[in-house]
Nanobody, 124 residues
Framework: QVQLVESGGGAVQAGGSLRLSCAAS????????MGWFRQAPGKEREFVAA????????YYSDSVKGRFTISRDNAKNTVYLQMNSLKPEDTAVYYC?????????????????WGQGTQVTVSS
């Protein structure tokens, strides 16, 4: 079992920045990957970024590439999402998730554990 707790959401004006954190506890294997997804009202949950606990290059959705950075601190079992140059279309609930299985890393069904979500609101 893995427990995830997100923090760092809030309200910001367009062009601003926020950093989300996701603290993980429980049995976490080095083969796992950590991901961030988001869901805006009336829309499906979409992939944002992911990174493996063991290292390697992170990967991003095209909509956030160049603006968002995912990173991890293995000693703290924490994953971060630094969000810069925020846009109103980034407004959503952001979820942290653990990818503990195979399949498409860009889809939510490849992730077995989820946090409760944190709201990010970007005003124009």
């Amino acid at each position: 079992q893995v427990q995830l707790v997100e923090s760092g959401g809030g309200a910001v004006q367009a062009g601003g920045s926020l950093r989300l954190s996701c603290a993980a506890s429980g049995r976490i294997y080095s083969t796992y990957a950590m991901g961030w997804f988001r869901q805006a009202p009336g829309k499906e949950r979409e992939f944002v970024a992911a990174i493996r606990w063991s290292g390697g290059s992170p990967y991003y959705s095209d909509s956030v590439k160049g603006r968002f950075t995912i990173s991890r601190d293995n000693a703290k079992n924490t994953v971060y999402l630094q969000m810069n140059s925020l846009k109103p279309e980034d407004t959503a609930v952001y979820y942290c998730a653990v990818r503990d299985r195979g399949g498409n890393p860009y889809t939510s069904d490849s992730y077995g554990y989820w946090g409760q979500g944190t709201q990010v609101t970007v005003s124009s």
